[in-house]
């Protein structure tokens, strides 16, 4: 069975960081783009971070600078470094891996914001 596993969520302070962690296990052939959405309560699922297997990598408008996606290709492994938080960075963060045959989500690891 396909599975991606995100861990790193959790409470953090204003300004503070915070690391995530996505490995995509099971049968997924030729994964091209992994990544990392966000949603908060009401409002559409939005891009946060992309990066190719090759390393190109695009950033949200609202997150550039602040936040840095990396991957393993050997773990099939997309990891998301975000630093300066603020509190409109509060949202339930997915995993996403694409291959040829179909897209992937995880199921989401809440990312709190407060001071």
């Known amino acids: 069975q396909v599975q991606l596993v995100e861990s790193g969520g959790g409470l953090v302070q204003i300004g503070g960081s915070l690391r995530l962690s996505c490995a995509a296990s099971?049968?997924?052939?030729?994964?091209?783009?992994m990544g990392w959405y966000r949603q908060a309560p009401g409002k559409q699922r939005e891009l946060v971070a992309r990066?190719?297997?090759?390393?190109?990598?695009n950033y949200a408008d609202s997150m550039k600078g602040r936040v840095t996606i990396s991957r393993d290709n050997a773990k099939n492994t997309v990891y998301l470094q975000m630093n300066s938080l603020k509190a409109e960075d509060t949202a339930v963060y997915y995993c996403?891996?694409?291959?040829?045959?179909?897209?992937?989500w995880g199921q989401g690891t809440q990312v709190t914001v407060s001071s």
């Open positions: 996403n891996a694409d291959s040829i045959l179909s897209t992937y």
């Open positions: 099971g049968s997924i052939p030729s994964i091209n783009v």
């Open positions: 990066i190719t297997k090759g390393g190109s990598t």
